[in-house]
C-alpha cells in the first residue's frame, strides 16, 4: 500500500541539499546536474502515483462504504473527518479542480450503480464546496443529480413508495426537501425538456394507478420547474384532467385496473365510457373509486 506521508519529504530535503552543495569541478557539477533530474524525476513520478492511489481510494471506497466515516478514514486516517477534509486534502495533494470533480463524480455514481437510496447518495455530496461552490451546482456532477431525480420520480409516481407510508429510514418531507436541492441544482433546459417528458408519462402512470392525490401533490410541488403548470393551485387540477384520458387507457390496457379506469371516466363525464368499464370491473371484483390522499410524515 502506497504510504501517504513518507517518501516527498525526504526528496524534497534532498533536492534543498543539492541546491545548497558547493562543488567542485565542471564533472562534479554535471553529476549533481543528473542527480536532481533523476530525483527531481522520481519525486514527479511518486506524486502522480500518490495522486491515482487517492483517486482509486476515493472512487471505489467511496462507492461502497455505508458511511462517511469510512470513507474519510481510508483516505485522511483514523481521526474524525468530514468530506471536506478530503477536499482539502486531496488539494494539497496536487489535484486539480477539475481532477476533484472528476473523482467525486466517479464515486457518486459508483453508489448509483451500487444501489444505494438516494439519502446515501446525497449524504456524499451535500454540504461538500469545492472552491467557494457548492459541488452539486458543478456540471461535472449534473448526471449523477439527474439519475437520481428520474430514479425518485419513478419510486413516488409509478411505485408508490409513500402510499402507505414513509420508506424505512427516510420520512416524506426530508424526500420532497432532498429531492427540492437536487432539482434547484440542475441544469433548467434539462429539467423542461427531458425530465418534464419523463415525469408526464410517470403522471399518467399514477392516475391509472388511481393515486390522484400523489400526482397533484407532486404536480404542485414541483411541476413549476418543469413547465407543466405556472404555480397556480387551480392550474394543477386543470393539468391533471389532460392527463387524465391517458391514463384511464393506461389502466384499462396496462394495468387492468378497471375500476379505476371507470372512475377517471366518470371524473371526466364520459358516461358510456364509465358504463362499458364499470362492467368490467365487476366482473373483475375491483373498487369503482380514485385515491385522493397522499401520505405526510407525521400521519398514521
Known amino acids: 500500500m502506497l504510504r501517504r506521508d513518507y517518501g516527498l519529504g525526504a526528496l524534497e530535503a534532498l533536492v534543498t541539499f543539492f541546491e545548497h552543495a558547493q562543488p567542485h569541478g565542471s564533472e562534479h557539477a554535471r553529476g549533481d546536474s543528473l542527480m536532481l533530474t533523476l530525483i527531481l524525476d522520481q519525486s514527479t513520478k511518486q506524486a502522480e502515483m500518490q495522486k491515482r492511489f487517492l483517486h482509486t481510494t476515493l472512487v471505489h471506497e467511496g462507492g461502497s462504504q455505508k458511511y462517511v466515516q469510512g470513507l474519510t478514514r481510508s483516505i485522511i486516517g483514523p481521526e ?16 486539480t479542480e477539475s481532477e476533484v470533480l472528476q473523482a467525486w463524480y466517479e464515486m457518486l455514481e459508483m453508489r448509483f450503480r451500487n444501489n444505494f ?63 427540492h436541492t437536487l432539482l434547484f441544482c440542475t441544469i433548467h433546459d ?60 393506461t389502466a384499462e390496457n396496462v394495468l387492468k385496473q378497471y375500476g379505476v379506469a371507470c372512475a377517471l371516466a366518470e371524473h371526466l363525464g364520459k358516461a358510456k365510457e364509465a358504463d362499458r368499464l364499470r362492467e368490467k370491473a365487476r366482473t373483475a371484483q375491483q373498487r369503482v373509486a380514485l385515491n385522493y390522499m397522499f401520505y405526510h410524515a407525521g400521519e398514521k
Not at 147 to 174: A, H, Q, Y
Open 80 to 95: 474524525q473527518h468530514s468530506l471536506q477534509d478530503i477536499v482539502s486534502y486531496l488539494f494539497a495533494h496536487g489535484f
Open 117 to 179: 437510496l438516494t439519502p446515501n447518495i446525497f449524504e456524499f455530496m451535500n454540504g461538500v464546496m469545492i472552491n467557494g461552490s457548492d459541488l452539486k451546482v458543478f456540471k461535472e456532477i449534473q448526471p449523477v443529480c439527474q439519475l437520481m431525480i428520474v430514479r425518485e420520480f419513478k419510486n413516488v409516481l409509478v411505485d408508490g413508495c409513500f402510499d402507505s407510508g414513509p420508506v424505512p429510514k427516510r420520512s416524506t418531507e426530508e424526500f420532497m426537501k432532498m429531492l
Open 190 to 249: 434539462w429539467q423542461r425538456g427531458e425530465l418534464a417528458t419523463i415525469v408526464k408519462g410517470h403522471l399518467i402512470h399514477c392516475l391509472a394507478r388511481g393515486a390522484v392525490g400523489t400526482a397533484q401533490h407532486i404536480l404542485i410541488r414541483f411541476g413549476y420547474y418543469m413547465g407543466l403548470f405556472s404555480g397556480n393551485l387551480t392550474d394543477s387540477e386543470v393539468t391533471l384532467m389532460k392527463f387524465m384520458p391517458a391514463a384511464m387507457v
